[in-house]
């Protein structure tokens, strides 16, 4: 199994940045989602996250909701992501869950990890779960042998830097502007300060998500950060693509254009 | 207005505690970027609670802004249909706006000048607390956004055009079921991207710390004046006190001065809309399991798998599959008891209200009378029951219009 901790030190030798893609379990359809999963690491992604779909993704803009509420009216329960990650840790990249807290704190904190783990998952990135709220999650992880990673955001005091740095084992994710997912003109500038000012705190790998859209942003964030963050980009062309097999290569040639961005 | 009457004194032992805990309910699931900006509007409200100046100035507003004290009124013909029990009404619906809204939207409006900020955003249901907030707003001359699910601004079309009037934008939420779940969703993600320039105006109970204290706290003068005001009348307390729970700032504002008067049973009516067994309704604590929505670990509609469940009444103000986390508390203290009143069963005590003593509730504050009624022929004639009326049912006749075929 590909750990993050592999990830991060590959990518470092070959004196990079890690591209990291993000996609929701269950889409475009049921097993179409490893598929494109599949395209995204084939095209050079190094690790994937997988979204679960959540019915109050708060933090999420409309591109990232339209594909949650699609997958979840396909009917994508919490075995399907499992399965998704199976699917997706078998490509050989290191396979996150990212999702919000409820849908975790329902199904049992120790069961998640446990078959998280059990599908190859490496972690966990969580964009409602404070430090304070954290302990459970943490814990369970720990015994999982998964790791928890955590938001730090431009408007973050450097005492709460620290507190959530404290909480992360596979990276710190760096929100680089105030806002929700969605890929936009420019990456904001707050993010490389926000990078710096995490550093400050921790030897763990700091990657930047929201924003990030086009190789050309992937390669300016990859001069200061650790890692670079794309999902609303890649679903955007997959909801404009005819089918899915157009959308599979549509999201492999804007993986592939991401990847030469963060060698550059 | 006193620190005391604000925000009660801790005697009863009721305020959260660092992390914004009523014991496992409460708390801050939120993403980090509004964290800051929650520990801001703590911190200034802290200040502003203990300030003479700001105590003054939330008083004044509410004297001659929303026109406090409101009034009891002994419904008698009314109480005739509850076994004779004496029913007696705090009256908020005769508040400026014409709901209990007011209140903690004077006091939050109040706090966004404190804050320094110049635009307001706000959710709201069935549109008191949108209109509230729009009052506010062009009273202090702040910029203000209203989120609304677009089913609501279909069935309350008159506060939409009321709330444009006042000056405010209303943006119709088209996710999910429409509703104010999904406005409340909606005003997170506008908080989060504009929160250097903006205050939340959060219009109940529920919601990341401090939401939950704040909005109880601006809403608690209406239990204050309530329970003064019954000792005057009847020389006593009330041996019941009913409300409707939707969020349940309304239910939480006339509850929480009583908390400490043991014999004074507290009890909150849920929508059941069309009956627990149709899966139609919004019995969140009546039906609902633990876990987490909009930013607060208490009692909410979902799935094996944590799914937020869509909620219905024919109240929009009632409409919401979470509830706030104080009330999860005072139900698993067992301090309060919660209950479920259908459709039916708010209707026909809306028009017992509007017939036996001219007075047109809110549909939910119809919720209560209705519960009121049951309880009243429980409990027998020596009973006196007070219900919170929480607003008044303009609003609502389109909807009735359609119910009863007027």
Redesign the interface.
Known sequence: MTTLQTVFAKAKADNRAALVGYLPAGFPSKGGDVAAAAALVEAGCDVIEIGLPYSDPLMDGPTIQDAVHRSLTNGTRIADVMRTVEGVAATGAATLVMTYWNPIDKYGADRFARDLANAGGVGTITPDLTPEESEPWREASAAAGIDTVFLVAPSSTEPRIKAVVDCCTGFVYAASLMGVTGARETVNVAAEGLVKRTKAHTDLPVCVGLGVGTGAQAAEVAAYADGVIVGSAFIRRILDAPDEAAGRESIGVLARDMAKGVRR | MTAADLAGNGAYGDDPDV?GKFGIFG???????????LDEVAATYEKAKNDAEFLREFDHLLRTYAGRPTTLTEVPRFSEQAGGARIILKREDLTHTGAHKINNVLGQALLTKRLGKKRVIAETGAGQHGVATATAAALLGLECVIYMGAVDCERQALNVARMKLLGATVVPVK??SQTL?DAI?EA??DW?????TTHYLFGTVAGPHPFPEIVRDFARIIGVEARRQMLELTGKLPDAVCAAVGGGSNAIGIFHAFIGDQDVKLHGYEAAGHGLESGEHALTLTAG?V?????SRTY?L?D?????IESHSISAGLDYPGVGPEHAWLKDSGRATYHGVTDDQAMAAFSLLARTEGIIPAIESSHALAGALELGRELGPEATILVNLSGRGDKDMGTAMKYFNL
């Not at chain 2, 708390?27 to 900006?37: K, Q, S």
């Not at chain 2, 876990?291 to 930013?295: A, K, W």
Request: proline residues 6%.
């Open positions: 992390h708390g801050r699931y939120v993403p980090e970027a509004l964290i800051p900006a996710n999910g779940k969703n997170f993600r989060v991207t504009n929160v250097d399991s876990g987490v929505l909009h930013g909410v979902q094996d798998e944590g799914q937020t």
